[in-house]
């Protein structure tokens, strides 16, 4: 009995290392040419820079009894200090509250660190980057996955550990019910179109000028900032989300200017010349946005798995992913929950 699994993120890694522990016969296969989907850490020096999911929560046991079994190790997020906030015309206030993320956790050496762990208890022969599945088509109760390369490679049950409406751009042969693809792609990937940046810094300068590294803005181009810094040691950083929306952000040189001048505006002179000014626009980004995620999210969607995506090909076409999480869903805590959910449902 052999299984594909389709996205090499979080929730693709962790239903391979369980199968893995559990015996059983499988190929993980990732479109990118590196594991982790979302999560994804920039390493300057001794800092870790996440780019994508940087926290998790008290409250969410698998991602904690992970980060326990592989060996991690948590911090909290950065909150002594004041708030700063910027007003409609660019007026900047301070001390008008405290760290809105104070409570969360991130992990010592970034968010990859956990993924990186993951990836490396599955052998190299269990795994493939590099590896866009375009179709996959069933007949006489087994699968078979064609990749872009024109390779094939038949299974007896496919896991789509993907985003449903990128999942829905694969072929399907029969083509799964109208009802069934409407439902994937009324699924909102969570943060698809966001963007987030990430200054550099050899000190914490703000932390001197007592602020914690929280700001919100209504002016932009970043409306909502962070500390990012590594739990301890250097460098440091702020890191914050872009509310342009994607079709105002395409010009990536005018958008860096926009950034420097905004953090010095918050931050002080100091803040416009940082190290290194990461920026990842997830919107752009084939293997995690649509067309679709380019409309921004008000609100945090209502996920799980719909029924129309259930027993599909004599239940041996499977979801896993954040997004069809029941409880957890858009989280990391959901990653986890979709592949443990998806254990339950294999048919071995």
């Known amino acids: 009995m052999k299984t594909l699994i389709v996205g090499g993120g979080l929730s693709g890694l962790a239903l391979a290392e369980r199968l893995e522990a559990q015996g059983h016969n499988y190929l993980l296969v990732e479109a990118r040419t590196r594991f982790g989907g979302r999560i994804m850490t920039h390493h300057q020096d001794d800092g870790y820079f996440d780019m994508g999911p940087a926290w998790f ?58 993924t990186n762990a993951l990836s490396d208890r599955i052998p190299v022969h269990r795994k493939r980057l590099h590896t866009p599945v375009v179709k996959i088509e069933t007949a006489q109760g087994r699968s078979t996955a064609t ?4 390779a094939e490679m038949t299974a007896d049950q496919v896991v789509l550990a993907l985003p449903p409406r990128v999942a829905a751009q ?50 932009g181009p970043m409306v909502e900032i962070h500390d990012a810094s590594p739990v301890e040691g250097g460098p ?42 990461y920026l990842k626009d997830w919107a752009f980004d084939q293997y995690t946005s649509t067309e679709a995620d380019k409309a921004p999210l008000y609100t945090h969607p209502t996920y799980g798995l719909p029924h129309e ?27 986890l929950e979709a592949a443990e959910n998806t254990l339950n449902a294999i048919n071995f």
């Open 170 to 219: 694969i072929e399907f042969s029969p083509a799964l019910p109208a009802s069934t693809i409407q439902a994937m792609k009324g699924i909102a990937t969570w943060m698809a179109g966001q963007a987030k940046a990430v200054a550099v810094y050899d000190t914490p300068f703000w932390r001197k000028d007592g602020l914690s590294g929280d700001a919100m803005s209504r002016k």
């Open 309 to 335: 995506m259930t027993e599909l090909w004599n239940n041996k076409l499977h979801f896993a992913g954040t997004e069809v999480a029941p409880t957890f869903g858009g989280y990391i805590e959901g990653a």
């Open 57 to 114: 929560w008290p409250g969410q046991p698998r991602i904690a009894a992970l980060i326990e079994r592989l060996n991690l190790q948590k911090f909290n997020q950065f909150a002594d200090g004041v708030l700063t906030y910027e007003d409609e015309q660019g007026r900047v206030q301070r001390g008008q509250g405290f760290s809105s993320m104070e409570g969360s956790w991130r992990l010592s050496g970034g968010m990859d660190a956990l």
């Open 236 to 277: 440091y950083a702020l890191f914050g989300f872009i509310g342009v929306p994607p079709q105002g952000r395409a010009d990536e040189d005018l958008l860096l200017r926009h950034l420097r001048a905004q953090l010095s505006q918050l931050f002080g002179p100091q803040a416009a010349e940082p190290k290194r000014l």
């Open 147 to 150: 990749f872009s390369n024109g």
